[in-house]
């Protein structure tokens, strides 16, 4: 089973409000992924971290998303204003490394966004 | 680039009954490939994974075969259970950073 921890599992938020929520990978996993799953199960990849330093991101995440994944400290995730839109499942997960090693996912923020 | 293809939607069996999904992906890059399954109020798991060194996975009697001819990647169970119930997903890795490609799911309905 994994051992990603995802807070808050629920997250209400208003229109234009911030939204913030963490992850804290698997012990001694440096690879860290953020995915937005939507109400029709459709995955979309954010961004990913080895250690502190972002590999890839895509668009969205460069404009109203921001995330972070500190020494010592949580990662996390925050949409500055949310829209409508951005009600999703976001999806913490960690690996080993880059390459073909497996991910390994948290159970999830809800947000809605009213 | 990258892309997964599952055609069914969902999948309703009886227990015991023999489990196919499809699952067809397109890449530029020698593909790692998963299958991920998600239970209501969870996220994924790992079911089985599978590169082009072994071709074959096998985990909890489900199996995967990687066929680089017909770009397929199977699952299959022979005998399904109730407690099998939830989404199914094809799962393409990125070689570069790992990034991973999904399938839109498959929901599999097994009943007593």
């Known amino acids: 089973n994994s051992k990603v921890i995802q807070t808050p599992r629920y997250l209400v938020k208003g229109q234009g409000q911030k939204a913030k929520m963490r992850c804290i990978p698997e012990?001694?996993?440096?690879?860290v992924f953020w995915y937005q799953q939507n109400k029709n199960n459709e995955f979309k990849f954010l961004i990913n971290?080895?250690?502190?330093?972002?590999?890839?991101q895509i668009d969205m995440t460069e404009k109203r998303f921001s995330a972070e994944c500190p020494s010592n400290s949580p990662c996390s995730l925050e949409i500055q204003s949310s829209e409508a839109g951005d009600s999703a499942l976001y999806l913490c997960?960690?690996?080993?490394?880059?390459?073909?090693?497996?991910?390994?996912f948290g159970p999830g923020t809800r947000l809605t966004v009213l | 680039g990258d892309s997964v293809t599952q055609m069914q939607g969902q999948v309703t069996l009886s227990e015991d009954d023999f489990l196919f999904i499809n699952c067809t992906y397109s890449t530029t890059w020698y593909p790692t490939l998963f299958w991920y399954v998600q239970y209501p109020g969870e996220g994924p798991q790992l079911l089985l994974k599978?590169?082009?060194?072994?071709n074959k996975g096998i985990s909890r009697g489900f199996e995967a075969t990687y066929d680089k001819r017909t770009t397929s990647f199977h699952l299959q169970k022979a005998s399904v259970q109730e407690s099998d119930s939830a989404v199914y997903y094809c799962?393409?890795?990125?070689?570069?950073?790992?990034?991973?490609?999904f399938g839109k799911g498959t929901v599999l309905l097994v009943s007593p």
């Open positions: 799962v393409l890795g990125d070689s570069g950073y790992n990034k991973l490609t």
């Open positions: 012990k001694g996993h440096p690879v």
């Open positions: 599978v590169t082009t060194a072994n």
């Open positions: 997960a960690s690996s080993l490394s880059g390459g073909s090693y497996e991910q390994y």
């Open positions: 971290f080895q250690n502190q330093e972002v590999l890839q």
